[in-house]
């Protein structure tokens, strides 16, 4: 089985422009997480989706906002991009979305915001 | 509130020596527990988890934890440390009341570097 994939790898872009992301989970997974993760501030959850509805959410602003298609693929968007939104993004799935679960956990797409 | 500390944010040791990675969480309830790796440009691979049952957990590589309720610990360790496991260890957990709004949310510790020297 193919991993998780997540596309772009690598993404540059300027303040208040937005962006974004795509992951794609292992077949037959339908539930999609997205993580932050900044030298400062480690990992931090941003949602998670499962059968095309947001289950839970972490403490971002709105301007992080993300959504499933119907195949479980995930997109992730960031709107007036900021400096501090320079970070490893990542993406995990995992067959249902329940507690205990193992996670299986793309490359990550790394934004530099300049 | 979940938390998660990692204690000590850089473990070197000998190739060879024991690797003792520690963590320890703060939660009303003892929650699900994971070690997680991460080796550089790469995503998060997991090396064990607890869930419920036998208290010291195997995992991939030859590490193991054991999850101590008294303690509130979970310390991962490894009796011989090679080359290869150099990176970066993470400690996490989730919420383990099902139904709950955590669902699969994971609450990482910091972090912990292991570098193993020759």
């Known amino acids: 089985k193919a991993g998780v994939t997540q596309t772009p790898r690598y993404l540059i872009k300027t303040r208040g422009q937005q962006v974004t992301l795509s992951c794609s989970p292992i077949?037959?997974?339908?539930?999609v997480s997205w993580y932050q993760q900044t030298p400062g501030q480690g990992l931090q959850f941003l949602f998670e989706y499962f059968s095309e509805t947001q289950r839970n959410k972490g403490n971002f602003p709105g301007r992080f906002s993300g959504r499933q298609f119907s195949n479980s693929r995930s997109e992730m968007n960031v709107s007036t991009l900021e400096l501090g939104d320079s970070a490893l993004y990542l993406c995990?799935?995992?067959?249902?979305?329940?507690?205990?679960?193992?996670?299986?956990f793309g490359s990550g797409t790394q934004l530099s915001v300049l | 509130a979940q938390s998660v500390t990692q204690l000590g944010s850089h473990v070197s040791v000998s190739e060879g020596a024991l690797v003792l990675l520690r963590c320890n969480y703060s939660?009303?309830?003892?929650?699900?527990l994971f070690w997680y790796v991460q080796y550089p440009n790469q995503g998060l691979q997991l090396l064990l988890k607890?869930?419920?049952?036998?208290?010291l957990v195997k995992g991939i590589n030859g590490f193991e934890a054991e999850f101590k309720k008294s303690e509130t610990s979970f310390h991962l360790t490894k009796p011989s440390a090679h080359m290869s496991d150099a990176a970066e260890y993470f400690c996490a957990v989730s919420d383990r009341a099902a139904g709950g709004t955590s669902y699969g949310k994971l609450t990482f510790g910091q972090g912990t570097i292991l570098t193993v020297h020759p």
């Open positions: 607890y869930t419920t049952g036998a208290t």
């Open positions: 077949s037959g997974h339908r539930s």
């Open positions: 995990a799935s995992s067959p249902r979305s329940q507690p205990g679960e193992k996670l299986f």
């Open positions: 939660s009303s309830v003892p929650p699900y």
